[in-house]
């Protein structure tokens, strides 16, 4: 059983940064692909980024490519999300979901979510 925590969530105005991340419990961190997910008010969740074990692969969605950066340290059992530029659009709460097969965008692949942190993004 893995349990995740997301945090670094908060308010911040359109072209700022926010970095997240999402400490996990357990000793099989390593070997999880990992995925943030997003659900904006009235939206349905949707894929933001998604990185492989090791952390040598990523995949992000195009609305947020170029911006947001995925990356992980498993000695530390947390996965980040560092979000540049921030546009107001990118308000949602942020989730963190751990898969124990290959990384994906799909949020039926990943067997375990944290609860949420709320990102708000002021024009």
């Known amino acids: 059983q893995v349990q995740l925590v997301e945090s670094g969530g908060g308010l911040v105005q359109a072209g700022g940064s926010l970095r997240l991340s999402c400490a996990a419990s357990?000793?099989?961190?390593?070997?999880?692909?990992m995925g943030w997910f997003r659900q904006a008010p009235g939206k349905e969740r949707e894929f933001v980024a998604a990185i492989n074990w090791s952390g040598g692969s990523t995949s992000y969605a195009d609305s947020v490519k170029g911006r947001f950066t995925i990356s992980r340290d498993n000695a530390k059992n947390t996965v980040y999300l560092q979000m540049n530029s921030l546009k107001p659009e990118d308000t949602a709460v942020y989730y963190c979901?751990?898969?124990?097969?290959?990384?994906?965008?799909?949020?039926?692949?990943?067997?375990?979510w944290g609860q949420g942190t709320q990102v708000t993004v002021s024009s």
């Open positions: 357990g000793r099989t961190f390593s070997s999880y692909a």
């Open positions: 979901a751990g898969s124990r097969g290959v990384y994906s965008a799909k949020n039926y692949a990943y067997d375990y």
